[in-house]
C-alpha cells in the first residue's frame, strides 16, 4: 500500500511537469529505458510493481503506451534471451514489435514467448498510473478516466495537480468529476474542518452511493464534520430508499418482459389452442441455437454484419422454430386433439428428443452466442443501472405483443383462428379449412417461441437444456394471466416480475419463487380462470 | 438381484446350458478387467460429466497401449444414469453386481455420491470421485481425488486478503449442500480471522437462476462503502453465464469487485465471451494453462485421441487421471483387483499429477494438491497468479465448524475409521 501511495505521487508529480513542460516532454535515451522495461518481466508481482513505478519516474511518454500494454496483457517476454517485446497473437505465432521503438520484429513462435503475467492489483495501478499521466491530456476521455483514478485512490497529494486541472477544465462532466476526485481527496486528507464540511456537501451533491463510501468513515469523527457527514448519509440513505423503489419496479418490468416473451407463444398454443404444449421451451431453445448458427455464418463469411445479426436471426428463428411448430401439429398432435394427459405426455416426449438431438448436434456444452454492441454495456439512470440489453428486451417484448395482437386482430388468419377456436364446427361450416389453421396457429405460437430464443441467447446461457427453466413459468404465467387471453398474458407477467423484485431484498431469490408460486396457487383456488377470464358459451366446448 | 422360486431354478440352470455354447466369447472377457464409468450422459449434468466419461476412455485406451493391468486388458463399461439421483444407485448397483467391474470411476454432484454411497459400501466395491466437494465425508470404498474445501476455498480466501486487501466478503451460491457447507466454513474461517458479521453476506440462488439483476447491484451496493469488496462465488454451472453476463453489464470489473469461482472452468468458459471477465478469478488445483511438461504430453495426446485440438482440459479431469492411475499403480501393488487387497495398498500410493509434481492417497481417502490461484484471460484460460508452495493435503471434516472439528479419519488398519473423536476417542464422533 505504501509503494502504491509513493507510486501514485509520482506519477501525479510526473503529469504536473510533463505538462509544465508539455512542449519538451522529457525523453529518456532508450539505453535508460530499456533495463527498466525489461524489469517489468520479474519473477513476481513486487518486482513488476517496483519496475512500474521505476518506468513512470523517468517521465518518459511513451510510458503510458507500455504500461497500456502490460495491462491488457499484450506484453510477452522471449524465453531465450527474455527481451521484452508487444505481440499480438498471429495463429502459432506472436507477431512482435519493439515495445519502445515500435520497431517490427521477427514473429516469435507462442512456445517460445511467455506472457507477463498481471493480476487485479497490478492493473489497478496502472490504471492510476496511466490516469496521473493522462490528467492534462488532450483528449477528453483520458482525462474523464484520470480524473476516475484518483476519486478511487483518493490520493491527498494529488488536490494541487487537481486544482490546476479544475482552472483550465472546459468540459463541464469532467470538470464536476474532477471537483468530486479533489472533495473526496480533501476528505482523506488532514485539511481543516470548513474545508472538510465543504467538501461533504459537494461529495453528496455528486454519485450518492460512493459519496455513501467516502462519508461512512467520518461519521463517528467527533465534531462538525462528524454532524455534516451523518446529516449527509441521512439525506443520502432517503434518497436511496426512494430509488430502491423504482429500481425494484424496472428490474421487475424486465423479469416480466422476459416471462412475456417465454409466456406469449404458449398463450396462443395452450391459450388460444388449449393444446398442452411441454416442447415448448425447446422451441425457445431451437430460436437460441438458430441464433448461434446464424452468429457462426456471420463470424465466418460476413464480420461486418455482425451487428445485425439479431435482425437477421428474428425471422431465420420464427422459420425455424415455426416450421418445426407445423410438422409437429401435422405429424404428431392433431391425432390428439380432445385428449389433453395423451397431449402432455406426447408433447413432453417430443421435447427430450428435441433436448437430446440438440445435445448430439451440438454438445452437451453451452455455445457462445455474442451480444452485439448496441446492447453491451449500461447507463446511469439518476441512482439506477440500467443494461441496455435488458432494456432492448423490455421494447422487444413490447413490440412482439403489438405485433401478435395486431395479427389476432386485423388478420384473416387472426381472424379465422378465433373463429375455429371459438366454435370449430361453425367456422368449418363457414368455409375455413380447420385442419390448417390448426397447423398454422401452433406454427405461429412455436415461430414466436423461437423469437423469444432469440432475445434469451442475450442474457442467458444457450444450452440444451434453456428451454426447461422456461416451461413452468411460461404455464405460470398463461394461467394467471388467464387462459385464452393475450392481455391477461401481458399483466400476468409483468406483476409477477415486479411482485419477484420486490420480494427478493426482503426474501432471498429461493424464498421469494417460492412465495410467488404460493400466491398464484391461492389466487388461483379464488379465480380458476385467472386475472382475465373469458366468457361465452364456446369456452367449455 | 432376482429372488425366483425353486421351480424356475431348473428350467433356468437347463437354459443357461444351452446358453453356455453361446456364451463362450464371454470367457475371454474373463481375460480383461472391467471398469465402471458412472457419468451422466444425458440430463442436465451431461454439460460437465460427458467430459470425464471420454477422459476415462481415453485414459483406459492408453493404459491398454501399455499392455493393460496385471496383463489384462482393461475394458470400459459405460452406463448412463441420466442426471437422475437415485438412478445412480441403481446403475451403480448394475455395474457392480452384474458386470462386475473392478472399480468404478464416476459421479459429479454429491447429491449423486451420497446416493451410491450406501450401495458401494453395501457391495465392497470403489469409487472414485473426481470433483471438488463440500467435505465432512470418509467411507472406506470411496476415494475423493477432487479438492476438500481446505484444498480450495481457504486458499482463494487467503490470496484475496494478502494480495488484494479484501475486507468485505460476499459469499453467494447455488442453494444446494456444497455451496452451503463451503459458505458455512467460509464464514467461520473469516469470523476466526476477525471479519466481522456485517462484512459478509451470504446470498443464495436456485439452481438456473438467470436473472442476477437485483443480485448484482445488491452486490455493487454491498461493495460501495469504501472497503475492498470481493465474492466468493460457488454459484453452480449453468447459472454462472447470465451471472457473469449481468456483472460485466452493469460495469463491474475484476479491478473493482473480483469474484473468485469454485465451479467455473475451463470448459465452463467455453460458452462465454471472455472479454469483459479478465482478472476475475477462479480456484482449481489445475489448469489447462499449467506450464509442466506431464501437462503439455497430456493435452497433446488428449487431442489426439478426441481428434479436435480445440477441446479443453479441466480440473476433474485431472483428478479423474490420477485417481486411475493411482488405481493402476494399487492393483499393481496388490497384485489383485479383489477390492479389500487393493484399498489396503492405495494408501501412501504416489502417482504424477498434471502440474508437475506429486500426489499421494492419505489414509483419510483424500490426495495432496497444489492450490492454484488464476485469472481469467481473453482466450477462454486462466493465467495462474498464485500457488502455493507445497502441496495440501485434503482435510475431510473441517477444522472451522464446531461438529466435525474434532474428528478425524483413517482407513489404516487397526484405525479403519471414518469419523474417529479424537476428544472421546471413539470411532463414530458426531457426523455433520
Not at chain 1, 512482435?96 to 513462435?109: Q, S
Not at chain 1, 490528467?135 to 478511487?152: G, P, V, Y
Not at chain 1, 418490468?253 to 411441454?278: E, Y
Not at chain 2, 499449467?290 to 479431469?317: C, G, L, Q, S
Request: with cysteine.
Amino acid at each position: 500500500m505504501r509503494l502504491n501511495r509513493l507510486l501514485s505521487v509520482f506519477i501525479l508529480m510526473l503529469g504536473f511537469c510533463c505538462h509544465i513542460a508539455q512542449s519538451n516532454a522529457q525523453t529518456v535515451d532508450d539505453a535508460t529505458l530499456r533495463p527498466l522495461v525489461q524489469a517489468l518481466a520479474g519473477d513476481n508481482f513486487e518486482n513488476t510493481t517496483k519496475a512500474i513505478s521505476d518506468l513512470v519516474k523517468t517521465g518518459d511518454p511513451r510510458v503510458s503506451k507500455i504500461l497500456d500494454a502490460l495491462s491488457a496483457g499484450d506484453l510477452y517476454v522471449a524465453k531465450a534471451d527474455k527481451t521484452v517485446f508487444l505481440g499480438k497473437r498471429d495463429g502459432s505465432d506472436y507477431a512482435a514489435t519493439d515495445a519502445l521503438t515500435g520497431a517490427k520484429l521477427d514473429p516469435v513462435p507462442r512456445s517460445a514467448a511467455e506472457k507477463i503475467k498481471v493480476n487485479n492489483r497490478l492493473r489497478r495501478d496502472i490504471a492510476a498510473a496511466i490516469g496521473g499521466l493522462t490528467l492534462m491530456s488532450d483528449n477528453i476521455a483520458e482525462r474523464r478516466s484520470a480524473a476516475e483514478a484518483i476519486l478511487k485512490t483518493r490520493d491527498p497529494e494529488s488536490i494541487p495537480l487537481l486544482d490546476q486541472a479544475i482552472a483550465v477544465e472546459k468540459d463541464a462532466g469532467v470538470k464536476a468529476l474532477m471537483q468530486q476526485a479533489k472533495a473526496a481527496a480533501v476528505l482523506n486528507s488532514d485539511a481543516a474542518d470548513d474545508v472538510k464540511i465543504a467538501a461533504i456537501t459537494e461529495v453528496s451533491a455528486g454519485n450518492s452511493r460512493a459519496a455513501l463510501g467516502l462519508l461512512t468513515p467520518l461519521e463517528n469523527v467527533q465534531g462538525p464534520v462528524g454532524e455534516a457527514a451523518k446529516a449527509a448519509i441521512d439525506s443520502i440513505n432517503t434518497k436511496l430508499a426512494f430509488w430502491n423503489a423504482i429500481q425494484n419496479v424496472v428490474y421487475g418490468l424486465s423479469l416480466g418482459s422476459v416471462l412475456l416473451l417465454a409466456a406469449i407463444g404458449l398463450a396462443i398454443t395452450f391459450g388460444v389452442m388449449g393444446v398442452i404444449n411441454m416442447a415448448h421451451g425447446e422451441m425457445v431453445m431451437i430460436g437460441a441455437y438458430t441464433t448461434f448458427v446464424v452468429q457462426q455464418i456471420i463470424r465466418t463469411s460476413a464480420p461486418g454484419l455482425f451487428d445485425y445479426s439479431l435482425l437477421i436471426a428474428l425471422p431465420a428463428a420464427f422459420l425455424v422454430s415455426g416450421g418445426i411448430g407445423v410438422v409437429i401439429e401435422r405429424g404428431i398432435i392433431r391425432f390428439l386433439y380432445g385428449r389433453p394427459l395423451e397431449t402432455l405426455l406426447a408433447t413432453w416426449g417430443i421435447s427430450l428428443v428435441l433436448q437430446q438431438a440438440i445435445r448430439s448436434w451440438f454438445g452437451a456444452s453451452n455455445v457462445q452466442v455474442g451480444n452485439p454492441s448496441w446492447m453491451a454495456g449500461s447507463f446511469d439512470l439518476g441512482l439506477l443501472t440500467l443494461t441496455w440489453s435488458r432494456l432492448w428486451i423490455i421494447v422487444f417484448a413490447l413490440s412482439v405483443f403489438a405485433i401478435l395482437q395486431l395479427v389476432l386482430k386485423k388478420t384473416m388468419l387472426g381472424l379465422r383462428m378465433r373463429a375455429v377456436t371459438q366454435n370449430r364446427r361453425m367456422a368449418s361450416s363457414m368455409g375455413i379449412r380447420t385442419p390448417w389453421v390448426d397447423a398454422l396457429t401452433f406454427g405461429l405460437g412455436s415461430g414466436i417461441a423461437g423469437i423469444a430464443g432469440v432475445a434469451l441467447s442475450q442474457i442467458d446461457n444457450v444450452s440444451p437444456n434453456l428451454g426447461q427453466g422456461y416451461i413452468i413459468d411460461s404455464f405460470m404465467v398463461v394461467v394467471f394471466g388467464g387462459v385464452g387471453n393475450l392481455w391477461g398474458t401481458l399483466v400476468g407477467a409483468m406483476s409477477l416480475g415486479i411482485a419477484n423484485k420486490f420480494l427478493e431484498p426482503f426474501a432471498g431469490a429461493v424464498l421469494g419463487k417460492i412465495v410467488v408460486l404460493v400466491l398464484i396457487i391461492l389466487f388461483i383456488q379464488k379465480r380458476p380462470r385467472g386475472l382475465f377470464a373469458l366468457k361465452g358459451r364456446a369456452i367449455e366446448a | 438381484m432376482f429372488n425366483l422360486p425353486a421351480k424356475f431354478i431348473g428350467t433356468l440352470a437347463a437354459a443357461a446350458m444351452g446358453a453356455s455354447l453361446a456364451m463362450s466369447p464371454a470367457s475371454a472377457a474373463d481375460d480383461t478387467i472391467k471398469v465402471g464409468i458412472l457419468h451422466s450422459l444425458s440430463g442436465t449434468m451431461a454439460i460437465s460429466e460427458t467430459t470425464l466419461k471420454d477422459t476415462m476412455l481415453f485414459l483406459i485406451d492408453e493404459q491398454n497401449k501399455k499392455g493393460g493391468v496385471l496383463g489384462k486388458k482393461l475394458e470400459a463399461v459405460v452406463v448412463d444414469p441420466a442426471s437422475d439421483w437415485p438412478l445412480f444407485a441403481e446403475k451403480a448397483r448394475q455395474l457392480i453386481e452384474q458386470d462386475k467391474v473392478a472399480a468404478v470411476f464416476g459421479c459429479w454432484t454429491s447429491s449423486s455420491r451420497k446416493s451410491v454411497l450406501p450401495v458401494f459400501e453395501e457391495l465392497n466395491s470403489m469409487l472414485f470421485y473426481p470433483v471438488q466437494y463440500e467435505g465432512e465425508e470418509s467411507s472406506r470404498n470411496v476415494f475423493y481425488t477432487g479438492a476438500a474445501p481446505n484444498q480450495q476455498a481457504i486458499p482463494a480466501v487467503d490470496y484475496l486478503a494478502k494480495e488484494e486487501g479484501v475486507e468485505r466478503w460476499v459469499l453467494a451460491g447455488t442453494d444446494y449442500v456444497y455451496p452451503q457447507t463451503t459458505n458455512k466454513i467460509l464464514k467461520a474461517y473469516l469470523n476466526a480471522k476477525g471479519v466481522k458479521d456485517e462484512d459478509i453476506m451470504i446470498n443464495y440462488t436456485p439452481f438456473g437462476q438467470s436473472d442476477w439483476q437485483t443480485i448484482v447491484s445488491d452486490i455493487k451496493k454491498f461493495g460501495s462503502t469504501g472497503k475492498k469488496t470481493a465474492v466468493v462465488s460457488t454459484i453452480n454451472g449453468d447459472a454462472n453465464v447470465p451471472f457473469y453476463k449481468e456483472l460485466a453489464n452493469q460495469g463491474i470489473k475484476a479491478e473493482d469487485i473480483p469474484v473468485v469461482a469454485f465451479s467455473v472452468g475451463e470448459e465452463e468458459l467455453a460458452g462465454l465471451d471472455t472479454k469483459p471477465l479478465v482478472g476475475h478469478l477462479a480456484a482449481w488445483n489445475y489448469f489447462q494453462s499449467v506450464d509442466a511438461d506431464a501437462n503439455a504430453e497430456f493435452i497433446k495426446e488428449w487431442h489426439a485421441y478426441t481428434k479436435n485440438d480445440k477441446r479443453v482440459t479441466n480440473d476433474p479431469m485431472e483428478a479423474t487421471y490420477i485417481g486411475f492411475n493411482m488405481w493402476v499403480k494399487a492393483v499393481e501393488a496388490a497384485g489383485t483387483t479383489d477390492s479389500n487387497a487393493v484399498i489396503d495398498s492405495i494408501v501412501g500410493t504416489s502417482v504424477p499429477n498434471l502440474s508437475g509434481g506429486y500426489a499421494t492417497m492419505m489414509p483419510n481417502h483424500h490426495i495432496t494438491k497444489p492450490v492454484l490461484i488464476g485469472e481469467v484471460q481473453d482466450d477462454g484460460q486462466f493465467d495462474i497468479v498464485y500457488q502455493t508452495p507445497g502441496l495440501v493435503v485434503g482435510d475431510e471434516w473441517s477444522d472451522y465448524l464446531p461438529g466435525s472439528k474434532d474428528l478425524i479419519s483413517d482407513w489404516r488398519k487397526p484405525m479403519s475409521c471414518g469419523n474417529f473423536n479424537i476428544v472421546s476417542g471413539k470411532c463414530g464422533g458426531v457426523t455433520n
